[in-house]
């Protein structure tokens, strides 16, 4: 099938098959070296739902859209993935979050204590993985970027997550320094694409290209999850506004005029939030254009990673992260029109 043709449906597949080897590797990774049976226990839960094709995925097609080898990206998107299930983990924790996408969480089943420890787990399991680099005679030069990465992205996630507590229902957060929290929670997918890129043997140019691209990348995953709370698809939208920051379109129609200020900081003081208020604002949103805010952002995000992806080489690999970069963009559109 030529390129051109590929469809959102091809992209899932792609994305499943060129992440399987990580996934098998981080189901023989999450329990290795562990003994106790309860502990062993929560890690099968979690090998169970952590199904992340996305990051690994990711990581490999940046690394063949340098020329790389897919597989020479293996080691740092088992990396990213055993983090991100270990810090996913932990964003349960500080958002309370019982249940998601119709799951209960490891939080849910097990409380606070075995929650923290299982995410500590995984993440220092994450970052022990760079001695699979240094074994397969990484150059020291490499392995320094690849930790240098691998730390900001660390930093730039905790950092989101301390600087999100003080957006709970805060309606006087600046529409800028929200934004920024957007691009630092999701910093993983900046380091995929640069980590890729390095594997890859890509020049600095075209890893600089990829950062950028990456991060864009996972600027609009977030500003989907916020338009889709702010709709409430998946019901949790009560549960969003009491426990974590309040979503793009709501924090932007509480801008537009005094009136919605006050009428929607009104809903955000009750307590338990009344469904009925709740169900007015999504049309507050729709009539105060937040929506169009939101598509627009978005369009804006979408057409820079297209064009930083154009600084490399066509490719099959470019292909495929040009189609991620428009069905995420697509995501946005089909809540919003």
């Known amino acids: 099938m030529s390129d051109k043709n590929l469809t959102y449906k091809d992209l899932t597949l792609l994305m499943e098959q060129r992440s399987r080897a990580v996934l098998r590797k981080f189901s023989q990774t999450a329990d290795s070296g562990v003994n ?14 952590w199904k992340d094709n996305f990051r690994p995925a ?6 063949e859209a340098v020329g790389g ?3 020479a990206a293996n080691d740092v998107g088992l990396m990213i993935t055993l983090a991100s299930a270990g810090g996913g983990i932990h964003d349960d924790i500080i958002d309370k979050s019982f249940n998601k996408h119709f799951r209960m969480t490891v939080l849910g089943l097990h409380g606070v204590d075995y929650s923290l420890l299982v995410g500590d787990l995984l993440i220092i399991k994450g970052w022990a993985k760079a001695h699979e680099l240094i074994k397969k005679t990484c150059s020291r030069q490499k392995l320094a970027e690849i930790i240098e990465v691998f730390g900001r992205r660390s930093l730039d996630v905790c950092e989101a997550e301390f600087m999100e507590i003080s957006c709970r229902r805060n309606l006087d957060t600046d529409l800028e320094h929200y934004q920024k929290i957007l691009w630092k ?4 997918t900046e380091a995929c694409a640069r980590l890729g890129g390095i594997m890859g043997g890509g020049s600095k140019r075209e890893v600089e290209a990829l950062a950028e691209f990456g991060s864009r990348l996972g600027f609009l995953f977030r500003l989907a999850d916020d338009v889709s709370d702010t709709i409430n698809v998946e019901g949790n939208l009560a549960f969003r506004l009491q426990y974590e920051s309040v979503p793009l379109p709501i924090l932007y129609a509480a801008k537009s005029s005094r ?55 066509s490719s099959h690999a470019r292909n495929v992260l040009s189609l ?12 919003v029109l």
């Open 324 to 335: 991620m970069i428009e069905k995420s963009f697509a995501d946005i559109s089909n809540l």
């Open 259 to 313: 009136e919605n200020y006050y009428h929607i900081k009104s809903i955000l003081e009750k307590s338990p939030l009344d469904p009925q208020d709740l169900a007015t604002l999504p049309e507050l949103c729709h009539e105060s254009e937040a929506f169009v805010y939101a598509f627009e952002t978005g369009k804006k995000n979408a057409n820079e990673a297209s064009q930083k992806l154009l600084l490399l080489n």
């Open 36 to 49: 106790d049976p309860q502990l062993l226990s929560i890690l099968q839960e979690v090998k169970t739902y």
């Open 58 to 63: 990711l990581t490999s097609f940046c690394c």
């Open 69 to 71: 080898k897919p597989e």
């Open 185 to 188: 929670s999701m910093a993983d």
